[in-house]
């Protein structure tokens, strides 16, 4: 378990947490109260108790406190010994005249402290045992007794039948009685007391709410590893603080897929200790790590090297304890409950043991894959033809929607044999030989996971390629997931390297496929000249297709692109034209589109139509899909924050935000965090606009991408400005006098039409303005320059 910072305070949901508990304290003492605390591995509960424990020592009451011994059950009734034994110890022989002759007996053999009593060396009577415990909670305290019981979860049948006693037969008295377990996804535990059982109050303790999981950090936390401390730990405070010990100044961006199958990043070394579970407990759990998610008990069984009735058995354990969960209905996979907890579970088995189990669970993965173990080579080196195998799997959909949202991978339905192949694909990346199957299977998992684990998708592609030659679409999609990952400058290359040899004659759509995506590695390096010449076509015909309209739009939205949004809202509308019926996604990201190039131009109202049909498609989207088209919630953020709505802005980019830094997406992350802070200044929320650009900076830092580097330091600069009064009113005096009129309109939130009426020329007239005002001041949105307007006014 994560070793707790107990001085630390309770966060703000602990101490509501706490306060429950306490009013339950001060309820008991009319009558005997129930309390049932449960929570995940490391949620806090141990803690809770040690809190309750000391308000009520404070206040007067005597307090019972056991917990089932991590090493296993010893003796029955383990765990109310260790409640009450010192009691005992310490009492005098009034409590046993009022417990009684028959009672004091039976508990002699149960309790230690009572060895010398008659009746200790018989065999203990569970049943008397339980019924005299009930008696003796009413009498042990004078004020009161809290009775504590932890990790009951552990606990062995006696204890239950205790528990449901008690409840069905409270003690006399004030007592208060708390029983803590683990919760575990399918609610196993302790069905002898039902969680509706009547006088039994329930505080189940959840994931933290974000800001409390935020004030847990360090002071001082880099921004990135802060971001991702915070999204592998989930809310789970135990982990915050394990994670957290591990972020590094520097850390390694990662999805969260990558956590969950092969050889995961190292996030904190020695950060969690398990000796709560036993020897079978631990090996399977290493053995369930190495595998990755998710695994079978055969599986299990062959890389623990222990018979399956074994493994059956360990399953159980890591399932009581909460750390794994069956997967899907059928229940004959698992899965770690936490991604995060399998990448340290990993890395906490030992080095020479997993040297070993390798071979192991390559074995196993490719027997439940149903691959072959024929050789195409060992994998160092060029083989004597080319490697036909991947390229069936990646044929493309010629109705992708922008960026091509829809992925392949097994289409058999089988949702088992799909994880099979995606857990084997993940161990293949390191494998010393692999066969023609093998490449087929990462080419297929690369494909599969490209917008959710396009760093694992960029590794099994080279995997690939490192075989021998390969076709055109591996080397294809290889740049694709360069560009998601954000290695632009190596996906920009890779598009030179393969030159004119796009794919048209083979896949259908596939040099518009192509063009896209070289357009947005261009685009999102800040090459918007050489984005606009692929997009042009290089002088042959121009890529078509909603795919295609779609980037154009986007190239002519970006800062600094020399278009304006009448361009974009062309593009747009072409995008919506052709964009399938039946791709939501697709159409969401064109009406996002759509919304930013309206706002621009000041049409509030088609703006706000666009943004509402773009939100309700993206809330159609599924999830795979929906990852594909990421994107889309910036340009909704940036339509919302320029029709001045940056709170609803701000909820969009959130979520696409945390979406992105959920996937891999590295760039596209840093684009949506300068959007929210764009949403956060509009607000006049300086602190969190700074947080966001210091987390867009260092993604930046992080893939090498120095046009992303540069808008965190312009964003910064203006949020400098708008902190402290002080703009650069320079790019003002570049307008002429009509155009600082229109200018000051805009900075009284006038829309374009009321412009017009106001200076008495047509709307045309106005966008014309418009166009010229974005491109003097460099910037692509009317609430950019209300903002400068607004400041200049300050300082005059």
Known sequence: MPVLHQQQPLTAARTRDLAVLCRELRLAADGPRFVRLTGEPWSGKSRLLRQLAATAHEEGWTVASGRVPRAGRTRPFEVVVDALDDHLARADGTLFEQLGEARTRALAPVLPALAT??????????????????????????????????????????????????????????????????????????????????????????????????????????????????RDAAGVPGLVHALARGAAPGPSFHATAELATGIPPVLAPDAIDLHTLSSLGWRCACAAALLGDPFTAAALAHTAGVPVEQALTGLDELHGEGLVRPEGMAGTRFCFVRPAVRALV????????????????????????????????????????????????????????????????????????????????????????????????????????????????????????????????????????????GRLEEAVRGYEETGPRSHEDRLPGGRTDTAVWQARALRWSGRHAQARSVLDGDGALPPGGPAADAERAALALEPGAGAGPEEARAAAEQALRTAPADDPGARAHAYALLAAACAAAGDGESARAAADRAHALLARTGEPERAAHLEALRWLGAAETGLGEPERAGRHVEGGLAAALEHGQAHLAGLLALGLAEAALAVGDTVGARARIRLAAALAEQTAVPALAAAAREAERRTGAHAIGSPDTSRLSLLSERERIVTGLVGEGRTNQQIAARLDISVKTVETYMSRIFKKLGMNSRTQVAHVVGLSANIR
């Open 117 to 230: 009593l008659p009746g200790a060396a018989e065999r203990p009577d569970p049943g008397a045992a339980v019924r005299a415990l009930r008696v003796l909670l009413g009498l042990l305290g004078e004020r009161g007794t809290l009775f504590v019981l932890d990790d009951v979860h552990r606990a062995g049948p006696e204890v239950l039948d205790l528990l449901d006693h008690l409840v069905r037969h409270p003690p006399q008295g004030a007592v208060l009685t708390v029983f803590a377990h683990r919760s575990v996804p399918g609610g196993r535990h302790l069905s002898a007391v039902p969680y509706d059982a009547p006088g039994v109050r329930h505080l189940a303790l959840g994931p933290l709410p974000a800001a409390d999981a935020r004030a847990l950090l360090p002071a001082g936390t880099p921004p990135l590893a802060a971001e991702l401390v915070l």
């Open 346 to 485: 990993h890395h906490a088995s030992g080095a020479g043991w997993r040297s070993a189990a390798l071979g192991r669970a390559l074995e196993a993965l490719r027997a439940e894959a149903g691959t072959g173990t024929g050789r195409a080579g060992t994998g160092t080196g060029p083989q004597d033809g080319p490697v036909e195998g991947p390229g069936e799997g990646l044929r493309e959909d010629p109705r992708e929607g922008p960026g091509g949202g829809r992925q392949d991978g097994p289409q058999d339905g089988d949702a088992g044999a799909a994880g099979a192949h995606r857990t084997l694909a993940a161990h293949l990346e390191h494998a010393a030989g692999i066969g023609l199957e093998d490449i087929r299977a990462l080419a297929l998992s690369a494909r599969g996971g490209l917008y959710t684990r396009p760093a694992r998708s960029t590794a099994a592609l080279r995997r690939v390629m490192a075989v021998g030659p390969v076709p055109v679409e591996v080397r294809l999609l290889l740049n694709k997931a360069l560009v998601l990952s």
